[in-house]
């Protein structure tokens, strides 16, 4: 059984906007580290976005920095990756991720290895 679900993938034009969502199963997952990452066609999968559990504490990939923005919402155990200005290279399936385990002074992390639950995954698909 999965732990998350994500939704909010979808298909859009370059320069569009989607807002990903992530749910937790529990109000655990609000003590949690999160993180969001992809993976496209052919390609290993990156780190996108991470928070701590401080909500004023995030980590960015280069790559979607000024763009994308992760936000969580602990009252409805949910984590969002809101995406501007999308380009055809964020093609990729979506995962959300947290580290349960995560202390209290544990800070946004990119590597796949701190995350042990994860979800389905949400296609997004943009076009030229």
């Known amino acids: 059984q999965v732990q998350l679900v994500e939704s909010g993938g979808g298909l859009v034009q370059a320069g569009e906007s989607l807002r990903l969502s992530c749910t937790a199963p529990?109000?655990?997952?609000?003590?949690?580290?999160m993180a969001w990452f992809r993976q496209a066609p052919e390609k290993d999968r990156e780190f996108v976005a991470a928070?701590?559990?401080?909500?004023?504490?995030?980590m960015y990939a280069d790559s979607v920095k000024g763009r994308f923005t992760i936000s969580r919402d602990n009252a409805r155990n949910t984590m969002y990756l809101q995406m501007d200005n999308l380009t055809p290279e964020d093609t990729a399936v979506y995962y959300c991720?947290?580290?349960?385990?995560?202390?209290?002074?544990?800070?946004?992390?990119?590597?796949?290895?701190?995350?042990?639950?994860w979800g389905q995954g949400t296609q997004v698909t943009v076009s030229s």
């Open positions: 928070i701590a559990r401080s909500m004023g504490n995030t």
């Open positions: 529990s109000r655990t997952y609000s003590r949690a580290r």
């Open positions: 991720a947290a580290d349960i385990n995560a202390i209290l002074s544990a800070t946004p992390d990119p590597r796949e290895s701190v995350y042990d639950y």
